[in-house]
């Protein structure tokens, strides 16, 4: 690759300390918009916020070029070794306490440089394809303000060097997303949906702190334990730690480092050493736990926290209910980038997600059974951006499955290309709405493609490219994930691996039948007479333009998936272009998996593996043919105008058309639970028994005895005179009974 | 080594008091000048808090900026005033939630301004008084003195059933401050034998501090328990009723589950400065009270009870917050907001380790912040509608955006988005918890409070803001006038300043936590070691009389920290 792009001509130096211009570019357009917005009109409006967005692209191209030179290296303070394809800046303290600390550090390597690219350049499409689909809102300068400020967000969250950082931009995207689903408020369905879609997320963002804080009591009781020679017990690793704290992402990757090294697992007969992973913590909180057994529950708490965000079982049902937001932001947030912070996430601890494959099959499990019950839920979904959600929340479960089964660099691919294919037809989805009045039910529109040629054929070729029909990106990159579910072995779980490969086939199955159904319905055939427009507008040029070039990214794309012909790392099989680009960035996790035997490669020689790849891609695009074969015939033909379900599968239909009442199973087992503990605990504890038996009670004792007092205390001097002498009268008959006694 | 003499704190106490003479001077009916004078002095008292803020170095010895005079020394009372790291952060909180305070009654009060007004100046040289004390009894006047301003706050310039409200809020606080005033009284004349007895805060301290060795250890082992000093047997029997009775004003003060009813109450009918000062700056009394005296006093109790005070305040975290998703009144769902709020402060500080300390610290501040900013902007909203509940409310987004942007933004900041102030104290106070000799459970069942919050601010945020406007007045509501833009303003910078610039404050805050920590680690002694001890006494500017006793060691050298488990 070197040689096809010249050497990068600037100062190294000058990219690592310019980073945080990525960020504050469309921070400044954020900002800019929100506070002059009004007064800025709509022209600057846009131009502000594309222009910043635009410079941060023209960066991020610079630190990819900067990414290709293999002089392009910074110095790991964690350990004496040097990280190559890697550009890092540090710019102060965040915050530090006690032994922990934080910096405001930023760390691009060619992982967040791709996802730059794709934030930046997506982002700056659907900036522009904005300006007018929004064209007539009132909000247009706090829409614009909002989607540039996610734009900084996601862009921190992919730069940010430690854990802490991350979450500032993962909370900060969920927040953006919250303020854009709710973007027109004043409807109370969408701006519930919008809180409902925080929450859920918080639930989320709970894993994820706690996984964090057990990684921090991970690092500590490692260095307490580990013995001499391993990279946390060095006197490097300490001086990292006082100056980038436990949660920075080297200093997890030399944990990860020193776990495989004192694994036993794979080396029965090596002496031990006294930090084994499988051996139980000695001192400290996490005391009688063992290395191992706390990294698998990290890892399932960021897989709690990585569901959230990524739309997985069994937090997915916010996303559905997102696309009550404006339809670029579906586009942007809700399919592009925000959810995909999961499998960034994965990919960028992947050192210590090989190190657990117990947490792993439970990552390809979630993931395979979130694919395929989207899968099915959008068989039954009439609302054209519904049924594309669904297919996201499927598509994000083909990402985890290739996590799950440790082919970061596929599971990152499909995350790329999916960007492109989906953005498209989200984008295509919103021009059909703006051209439709508003329709987004699929039965209601029907013959859009003399109307609207340009959207209906990048959308044809975004379909196309989710089915997996050969030429176009989906198809590898969804297949290289297949693959891996067939010939990854992970240790102990290869037979899940396999069988997840089957019920993969059939969510791929499934997204071709009705991923045709939805383009069938909305374009060809006629017009129905239901359609609220007699006559459909194809949209202007700042709509049709990104749809095109993200058409045509679909189809470059492939050339991410495309085996390199020469192989250079690998003697028996072919790598792709971004597995070889990538190769820097996993290149430790491949390490580890290997040398602790957790995660091989088989062991096939190159004939095998060829033919098993052909025959793979083979299988998986016959199935694709013929699905969404199975879905154009029926839908041109036999369902058309008006044609009944077939009676026996009403019922079935039904119960996917309600999503399964996964949303009413939820609302009955946890909210209304929830609401109604804080009804009892309110009504019962709060004001009756803490209230009022105990602190009125208490006040009314005192009151009751003073009233009783009172009644002594009348001043009738008679009455005090008679209650002495009856006193005396009593005392003297006690004093006479104990003298006669 | 004696601190260079300083009457700053002098002013920083006082001058809101002279203010509060020269407001008396007014006639009744210049309600302007009233105002103005109040606002002149809060400025003024905001000038000296950061002059001492400023002044205060992280390096120094503990106690800076002491002033010390002689004052009833027959008593063994001393006047005598100095800060620690927390307290000059609490004061430069307190000293800047002051003109905001004035400024958000300016038009709300109408009626009897001259002693609305008196009340805010006495209550603030009060509060400040409190905080600046170093001479224990010096310190239970001020916080007693608070009391009386702050009910006639509630009961005065309150809501409907303001009276009912402010003598709860009266009773409940009194209970517990006459129990304390007990066990000060006993801790006293336990310090020593007659004549060497002070009431000055770092000599009872040090006094108490070998006796408490013994019993730390003879706790640890009996063998230990068998030639105990007299001070030390008295410790070991009745500490924990002392302890007990800290405690419990403290926690009353808090307040903690399940001593918090008070609070709901005079929250709902305060007006909205009493809210402001309530939760900004009383609330932390009780932490600080906590931090500054239960612990230190009674470390031995303090570990002995953590368990129980850690369970107080995790069902604090977690029922104050689903108290707060039963409520209708919007006052009443901050208040208990407030619960869950200060449960994490308390829980930080039973840590006894650095981060979650240092967590509490920070989150006393932030809890003053955005809480204090929320009931300063509901105030807005109540000055214009006069109603409490969420019903009553919808769209107000529409009418009042930047309202709305202000508001929201201190939602993000009280349930801890990153990037804004309560980020910071959460994450610590977390990390702490998790990092303690704590069960991890108890960790992640606080961490739970992270979804609670959101659940229930948004929910707030849904009724009043979003939806479509139903009830035709709230739709010709008028936006900020430049005077509440002006108050809110502060608040809203302010949180993201200390969200994204925490360390400067921290450094602060960093020597008192170290401190604290090593103090409340006396209780668990490694016999072995002497050395560490020298440095956990307190050392303060001396009266130049004999009569007290003398404390000379070197305090420069740094504490080590015993707060992890090693």
New interface residues.
């Given amino acids: 690759m070197e040689k096809l792009f010249p050497e990068y001509p600037f100062s190294i130096q000058n990219i690592e300390n310019g980073l945080w211009l990525i960020i504050a570019l469309p921070l400044l357009g954020a900002l800019i918009n929100g506070v002059f917005g009004k007064a800025l009109g709509r022209k600057n409006v846009h131009w502000v916020a594309c222009a910043s967005v635009g410079g941060s692209f023209l960066l991020s191209l610079l630190v990819m070029w900067a990414l290709g030179n293999v002089n392009t290296s910074v110095f790991n303070p964690f350990s004496p070794d040097i990280s190559r394809y890697a550009l890092s800046a540090d710019y102060g303290t965040w915050f530090s306490a006690g032994s922990f600390k934080v910096s405001f550090g930023l760390w691009a390597d060619r992982l967040s440089a791709t996802m730059l690219l794709v934030i930046t350049g997506v982002g700056f499409l659907i900036h522009l394809y904005s300006t007018s689909y929004m064209e007539h809102d009132k909000g247009y300068a706090k829409y614009f303000c909002f989607l540039n400020l996610f734009v900084a967000m996601m862009l921190t969250l992919v730069l940010a060097d430690s854990l802490v950082l991350l979450f500032v931009g993962w909370e900060g995207v969920g927040l953006c997303s919250y303020l854009l689903i709710g973007f027109w408020y004043d409807d109370n369905a969408k701006a519930w949906a919008g809180r409902k879609a925080f929450i859920t997320n918080r639930i989320g963002d709970f894993g994820f702190l706690v996984a964090s804080f057990l990684l921090v009591l991970l690092v500590t009781a490692a260095v307490r334990e580990a013995p001499q020679g391993t990279p946390v017990s060095s006197y490097r690793f300490s001086t990292g730690l006082s100056e980038k704290g436990p949660l920075a992402f080297q200093s997890l990757s030399a944990l990860a480092t020193t776990l495989a090294a004192t694994d036993t697992t794979a080396k029965p007969n090596q002496e031990t050493p006294a930090l084994v992973m499988n051996r139980d913590i000695e001192t400290g909180p996490l005391k009688g736990y063992s290395y191992a057994g706390v990294l698998t529950a990290v890892l399932l708490f960021f897989l709690l926290g990585a569901a959230g965000k990524s739309a997985q079982l069994p937090l997915y049902v916010w996303l559905p209910d997102a696309m009550a937001g404006p339809t670029p932001v579906s586009a942007l947030i809700h399919a592009a980038t925000m959810v995909t912070a999961g499998v960034y996430l994965f990919c960028r601890i992947s050192y210590l997600v090989v190190l657990s494959p117990f947490a792993m099959a439970t990552i390809a499990v979630v993931g395979c059974l979130t694919a395929l019950i989207a899968a099915l839920i959008a068989f039954a979904q009439d609302d054209i951006k519904k049924i594309l959600a669904y297919s996201t929340v499927s598509q994000l479960g083909f990402m985890f499955m290739g996590i799950g089964c440790g082919l970061f660099w596929a599971a990152f691919l499909h995350v790329v290309t999916h960007a492109f294919f989906k953005a498209c037809m989200f984008l295509g989805a919103g021009s059909v709405m703006h051209g439709n009045g508003d329709e987004t039910n699929i039965k209601r529109l029907g013959g859009l493609r003399r109307e609207m040629p340009w959207t209906s054929w990048t959308f044809l070729i975004g379909t196309l490219a989710i089915t997996g029909i050969v030429p176009l990106s989906g198809f590898f990159s969804k297949d290289a994930i297949l693959f891996g579910l067939e010939t990854q072995q992970l240790t102990g779980y290869v037979p899940v691996l396999h069988t997840l490969y089957w019920l993969g086939l059939i969510a791929a199955a499934c997204t071709a039948f009705y991923m045709v159904r939805l383009y069938v319905l909305t374009f060809e055939g006629k017009r129905s007479p239901l359609a609220k427009l007699p006559h459909a507008h194809e949209s202007a040029w700042p709509m049709t333009l990104p749809l095109v070039v993200l058409a045509a990214l679909s189809v470059l794309a492939i050339a991410h998936g495309l085996p390199l012909l020469s192989l250079p790392h690998s003697p028996h099989h072919s790598q792709t272009l971004m597995e070889a680009y990538l190769f820097p960035v996993f290149n430790v996790a491949n390490q580890l998996g290997a040398d602790t035997q957790k995660l091989l490669k088989t062991g096939l020689d190159k004939t095998e593996w060829t033919s098993l790849l052909w025959t793979g891609w083979f299988k998986a695009w016959l199935i694709a043919l013929v699905s969404g074969g199975i879905s154009a015939l029926l839908y041109f033909k036999l369902w058309r105008g008006g044609r009944k379900f077939p009676a026996i599968l009403e019922p079935l239909r039904r119960f996917a058309q309600n999503k399964f009442f996964v949303d009413e199973l939820y609302e009955l087992l946890f909210i209304e639970r929830a609401k109604g503990l804080a009804k009892g605990l309110y009504r019962y504890v709060d004001a009756f028994f803490v209230d009022r038996v105990a602190v009125h009670g208490t006040a009314q004792t005192v009151g009751f005895l003073g009233r009783v007092l009172c009644w002594f205390q009348n001043g009738n001097v008679q009455a005090y005179a008679s209650a002495i002498a009856l006193a005396l009268a009593v005392g003297l008959t006690y004093a006479l009974l104990q003298v006669l006694s | 080594m004696n601190a260079s003499s300083s009457p700053l704190l002098n002013y920083v106490v006082f001058l809101p008091m002279a203010f509060a003479f020269l407001v008396l001077l007014l006639p009744g009916n210049e309600k302007g000048q009233i105002r103005f004078a109040t606002l002149l002095g809060m400025l003024v008292n905001l000038v000296t808090g950061i002059w001492a803020f400023a002044a205060f170095n992280p390096a120094g010895s503990e106690f800076q900026l002491e002033y010390r005079l002689f004052w009833l020394s027959d008593l063994g009372i001393s006047y005598h005033l100095g800060v620690d790291g927390l307290a000059v952060a609490l004061v430069l909180l307190t000293a800047l939630l002051g003109p905001l305070v004035v400024l958000s009654s300016w038009r709300f009060v109408e009626e009897r301004v001259k002693e609305f007004h008196v009340c805010l100046l006495v209550l603030q040289t009060a509060m400040m008084g409190a905080l600046c004390s170093l001479d224990v009894m010096l310190f239970y006047i001020f916080f007693e003195a608070m009391l009386i301003p702050m009910y006639f706050l509630i009961g005065v310039f309150g809501s409907e059933e303001r009276q009912k409200a402010a003598l ?1 809020f009266f ?2 606080t009194l209970v517990g401050s006459l129990l304390m005033l007990l066990a000060l009284l006993w801790v006293f004349f336990l310090s020593g034998p007659e004549g060497t007895r002070s009431f000055d805060y770092a000599a009872l301290y040090n006094n108490l501090m070998e006796a408490n060795r013994e019993v730390s250890l003879c706790m640890q082992n009996n063998a230990h328990c068998s030639n105990l000093s007299a001070t030390a047997a008295a410790l070991l029997k009745w500490g924990p009723w002392m302890f007990g009775a800290f405690a419990l004003a403290f926690a009353i003060k808090v307040p903690m589950f ?1 001593v ?3 609070l709901p109450d005079a929250h709902v009918q305060a007006p909205v400065a009493g809210s402001m000062v309530l939760a900004g700056v009383l609330l932390k009394m009780g932490t600080f009270g906590f931090w500054r005296y239960a612990m230190p006093l009674f470390p031995a109790q303090a570990w002995a009870y953590q368990n129980v005070l850690v369970a107080l305040s995790l069902i604090g975290i977690v ?1 104050g917050a ?6 209708k009144d919007i006052k009443k769902l901050i208040a208990y907001s407030s619960v869950s709020h200060m449960g994490f402060c308390m829980l930080g500080m039973l840590t006894f ?3 979650g300390t ?2 509490a610290a920070y989150q006393m501040l932030n809890h003053g912040v955005s809480t204090g900013a929320l009931f300063l902007l509901f105030g807005m909203l109540y000055e214009r509608r006069h109603l409490r509940n969420m019903t009553d409310y919808g ?1 107000i ?2 009418a009042m955006p930047i309202f709305t942007v202000f508001f929201l933004i201190i939602t ?1 900041s009280s349930i801890a ?3 804004t102030n309560g980020f ?1 104290g959460e ?2 106070v ?3 918890t ?5 069960p ?1 459970w108890a ?2 069942l606080a ?2 409070g ?2 609670f919050g ?2 229930y601010m ?2 707030v945020v ?1 009724r009043v ?5 139903t009830q035709q007045a709230n739709a010709g509501l008028k936006d900020l006038r430049f005077r509440e833009f002006v108050t809110a303003l502060p608040l809203v910078l302010l949180v993201f300043v200390m969200g ?1 610039k ?2 400067p404050i ?1 450094e602060v805050l ?1 020597p008192s ?1 170290k401190r604290y920590v090593a103090r409340v680690h006396q209780a668990k002694p490694n016999p072995e070691s002497n050395t560490a001890r020298e440095l956990l006494r307190m050392h303060v500017r001396e009266l130049p009389t004999p009569k007290l006793a003398q404390a000379q060691v070197d305090d420069s050298q740094p504490l080590n ?1 015993p ?4």
């Avoid at chain 2, 803001?465 to 406007?469: D, E, I, S, T, Y």
């Avoid at chain 2, 707060?563 to 090693?566: A, C, D, L, T």
Wanted: hydrophobic share 50%; charged share 10%.
């Fill in positions: 709860k009773l409940y399940p918090h009813t008070w029922y689903l108290m707060c998703l039963a409520q380790q650095a981060e240092m967590g769209g987004a529409k993000f988005v990153p990037g910071v994450f610590l977390l990390l702490g998790f990092k303690s000799n704590l991890l960790g992640i961490t739970t992270v979804i959101a659940a948004l929910w849904q803001f979003f939806g479509p406007v994204l925490p360390q921290l960093s936590v920290q707060g992890e488990r090693q």
